[in-house]
């Protein structure tokens, strides 16, 4: 049996979703292959070699996988399907618009963000915002699949000594075309892959007291920045600070909800955390029915006292 893991990446770093699909690869058994495709991408490739439990690494090097658009990426998994059994990529934005084009192409039932394994036809995903748990036996002869990063460890990014063999990129389908591409830059720890979480919703009342109040904590504990939907739609912050059902789903050691009611679709994105921490002049928040440690406080009291205390 043999598994095809589909690498994210930007054409010169493997992104860390990968390795937690070659982990969910890991755990259904059989030999896992990472495709690597994307325009000079080789020392991504040179990467996916390291990875541990990985056996090949398969390169689609072309200018027309620079842009990681799903139409070509589509066709090029399927034109190379054959003989796998499973293809699995990370339930990131990409996975999510990359894979289902896949299971249409080879006409097979999609199992998305799957949490856990229980054979290689079985496996366990959250519906219903993560309220209830689906189990899901699939008899398609390839399974398509997507893994939540938050349901699997990362394997070993080093240890591994993979062959890498290049395959013959496919036609561009001419399909859709990136015309702008634009980035949020930060020094803080990425949001998906952050062990601490500092994170604030519609108490924050603006943006600039949500930037105000919760930079210093985050630079203390050298936190990543989150939001609840209220937040984002509010204009305090960009849509990628978004943690929940239509944002980041996270799982980080520490998270710190600070004016955060706590509404289903926030909680379906970080109730998986260590430690949930939330600060809230509300008692009756819904947040504190899933918080480890709250403090019912004025958040623009309580914040700067604990950044003074740190």
């Known amino acids: 049996m043999s598994l095809l893991v589909i690498a994210e990446h930007d054409n010169a770093v493997l992104k860390a979703a990968t390795l937690n699909a070659v982990t969910a690869a890991a755990k259904i058994g059989g030999e ?6 994307g325009a000079n991408c080789g020392a991504v490739a040179e990467q996916a070699a390291k990875v541990q439990g990985v056996a090949k690494v398969k390169v689609a090097d072309a200018a027309h ?5 799903a139409e070509n990426l589509a066709a090029l998994i399927v034109a190379n399907a054959s003989g796998y059994t499973h293809i699995i990529a990370p339930a990131t934005s990409n996975g999510k618009n990359t894979l289902p084009r896949v299971a249409a192409l080879l006409d097979a039932a999609q199992i998305s963000e799957i949490i856990s394994v229980v054979d290689a036809d079985t496996f366990v995903r959250p519906i219903y915002a993560g309220n209830a ?7 398609d002869a390839t399974k398509v699949i997507t893994g939540r990063t938050t349901g699997f460890d990362a394997a070993a990014a080093s240890g591994g000594s993979a062959a890498v063999e290049s395959i013959a990129a496919g ?5 859709s ?9 930060s020094a ?3 949001l998906a892959a952050a062990k601490i979480i500092v994170s604030g919703g519609r108490g924050m009342g603006s943006g600039e007291n949500y930037h105000k109040v919760l930079e210093p904590l985050a630079d203390k504990l050298g936190a990543a920045m989150g939001a609840s939907r209220a937040a984002v739609d509010a204009g ?3 849509n990628d600070y978004q943690v929940g059902q239509t944002g980041k789903i996270v799982a980080p050691q520490l998270y710190i909800a600070i004016g955060i009611s706590g509404a289903i679709q926030h909680l379906a994105g970080m109730k998986d955390s260590k430690v949930i921490v939330a600060i809230n002049k509300d008692p009756d928040a819904p947040i504190f029915q899933v918080a480890d440690y709250g403090l019912v406080a004025d958040l623009f009291q309580a914040v700067p006292e604990l950044v003074a205390g740190l």
Not at 171 to 175: C, I, R, V
């Open 32 to 37: 896992v292959h990472i495709l690597v495709a």
């Open 65 to 69: 996988y620079g842009d990681q658009s």
């Open 133 to 139: 748990l689906a189990t899901v036996k699939s008899s």
């Open 171 to 175: 036609a561009d389908l001419g399909q």
């Open 177 to 185: 075309k990136l015309i702008s591409r634009e980035l949020t830059k």
């Open 188 to 190: 803080r720890p990425e």
């Open 236 to 238: 305090f912050v960009p």
